[in-house]
């Protein structure tokens, strides 16, 4: 081994333009994956997207991974196999994701290397895979996803047989790059389903359910907690009508009586290719839904008039109804002024619900786009001061609590973390919020027991801050001899190195 010959010359900086070097993580290379996927033939999929889930500030995941949505959505019906084509890590967090969340079934995959990813024997993989997997003893139907790697490389999913031995199969690309939030991937996969059983059901006899109901029904669209539907089919009932099948549907004949309805209650706004299915179906597509006196009383007349039902019977379900959610809302009054942030799609209709309840909201942000359908909350919320901001992102989120400062902040891990980190008590919206009912009668009791014990908190979190008060925060937190200083230099020089290791590694990739 030789030394180094000795050099006079001064040693060249750096070549790393920090400046220049945006921080990215794993999931935001996203317009190299876009044009990539454009080229592939992609194209038209990424643009009926982009018109469907208009992009804001929020314009890539940042929470989870989009596929979620549509993974849940497939592991929750009955008969349904799932199969995943994708990096191994998205996976692992994907099949992850969903055990934490109570799936009780396995997640397909077929891994690829780069020699099957370029020379297109990934597809011929996942067609086997969908052989095998097609077993009409055990099966109705077959969901294949395309993530992000396999959709940029243009593996063309859609050409998979339409059934194999009576079982259905529906392939579908949901790229983070493509497909903003979660929410609204459980619309990708919906919205196929609804398509193929519309087809389905144009060509001849279709299943019939297992339950009917003996007047006309009004399907439900969004995922909702289970005494939902309940109350609101009691709030159809004085109307002759009555709760339909909640899309997306736990079985696959349920996607047939949802079709046929008198009218789709679109309690969650974002299901834009779902609401497509239902007016190419000829059913009229209603917004908002029952929460509090001033929603459900809008609801019952836009359902009213859609399905031809006389105002009489309508006023009749409000005399019913509107005397006993107001008597509920009196009795669980919640004082207090909240923040509400997330991404289920609900956010509006909780704030509607907290306001009429007596809370003071000043903000609601939501990661899901401005539709049609939540325009009625939209329009109510601003004549009362709300500030509403659609496509929220996390920074927007947190600017919203520091701005505020409210007694509660609803919201996303991360912003429930960063209010509780101020001694702001915060309550998580997707497992706290979600998992209770919010309409009619039994939503408006329900939401201030819980509200109003974290509201109690206050004390609590007081104490603990003063307990922890003077151990330092984030990178500084704890006792140090020498307390840490924060380098922000390295951390944008790493992140530059990453940046161009990610890069070189897509290049071998294409
Ligand atoms: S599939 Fe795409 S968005 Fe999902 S985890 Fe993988 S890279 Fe991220």
Not at 130 to 156: I, R
Not at 280 to 302: E, K, Y
């Amino acid at each position: 081994m030789t030394d180094s010959p000795a050099s006079s010359a001064a040693r060249a900086p750096d070549r790393i333009d920090l400046a220049a070097a945006p921080v990215e993580g794993g999931c935001s290379s996203k317009d190299t994956m876009r044009a990539a996927a454009e080229e592939a033939g992609k194209g038209e999929i990424l643009a009926r997207y982009a018109a469907d889930y208009p992009k804001g500030p929020h314009d890539q995941p940042q929470s989870m991974c989009p596929a979620f949505g549509s993974l849940r959505v497939g592991l929750r019906m009955r008969r349904t196999a799932t199969i995943l084509s994708g990096s191994a890590c998205c996976v692992y967090g994907l099949t992850f994701t969903s055990h934490f969340y109570g799936a009780r079934r396995s997640v397909g995959y077929v891994p690829f290397s780069s020699e099957t990813l370029v020379t297109g024997k990934l597809y011929e993989d996942i067609r086997d895979a969908v052989h095998l997997m097609a077993d009409p003893a055990l099966y109705d139907t077959v969901v294949v996803t395309n993530l992000c790697v396999p959709t940029a490389s243009g593996v063309p999913i859609q050409n998979l047989p339409k059934q194999i031995n009576g079982v259905r199969i529906i392939g579908i690309d949901v790229p983070g790059f493509g497909v903003p939030t979660h929410a609204e991937a459980k619309d990708v996969l919906a919205g196929a389903m609804l398509a193929y059983a519309r087809k389905e059901a144009s060509q001849g006899p279709v299943a019939a359910p297992s339950h009917r109901p003996d007047r006309p029904t009004v399907t439900l669209l969004g995922e909702m907690f289970p005494a939902d539907p309940v109350g609101i089919g009691q709030l159809l009932e004085p109307l002759g009508l009555a709760a339909g099948p909640v899309v997306p549907t736990r079985e696959w004949r349920e996607l047939y009586s949802a079709l046929d309805c008198a009218a789709v209650a679109a309690i969650h706004p974002f299901y834009t290719a779902s609401v497509r299915e239902f007016e190419a179906a000829g059913r009229p597509v209603i917004g908002s839904a029952p929460v509090g006196v001033d929603g459900t009383a809008a609801w019952l007349d836009a359902i009213g008039a859609a399905c031809g039902v006389a105002q009489s019977a309508v006023d009749a379900a409000k005399d019913k109804f509107l005397p006993a959610i107001r008597a509920a809302l009196d009795a669980n009054p919640i004082k207090g002024r909240i923040t509400v942030s997330g991404y289920e799609g609900s956010e509006l209709l909780v704030a509607r619900l907290l306001i009429e309840s007596g809370a003071e909201v000043p903000y609601v942000g939501t990661a899901c786009p401005k539709t049609r359908w939540s325009e009625p909350d939209r329009a109510w919320l601003e004549a009362r001061g709300v500030r509403i901001q659609y496509r929220a992102s996390l920074e927007q989120d947190i600017a919203a609590v520091e701005e505020y400062r409210p007694d509660l902040a609803i919201g996303t891990t991360p912003v429930v973390q960063h209010a509780k980190s101020e001694a702001i008590p915060a309550l998580y919206f997707t497992n706290l919020i979600s998992a209770r009912p919010l309409m009619g009668p039994a939503g408006a009791g329900s939401l201030a027991l819980v509200i109003n014990a974290a509201l109690a908190n206050q004390d609590r979190f007081n104490r603990m801050q003063s307990f922890f008060d003077g151990v330092g925060a984030n990178e500084n937190a704890g006792i140090w001899r020498d307390t840490p200083v924060d380098r922000p230099e390295f951390k944008k020089k790493y992140a530059a190195r990453i940046k161009g290791l990610t890069k070189s590694e897509e290049a071998v990739g294409t």
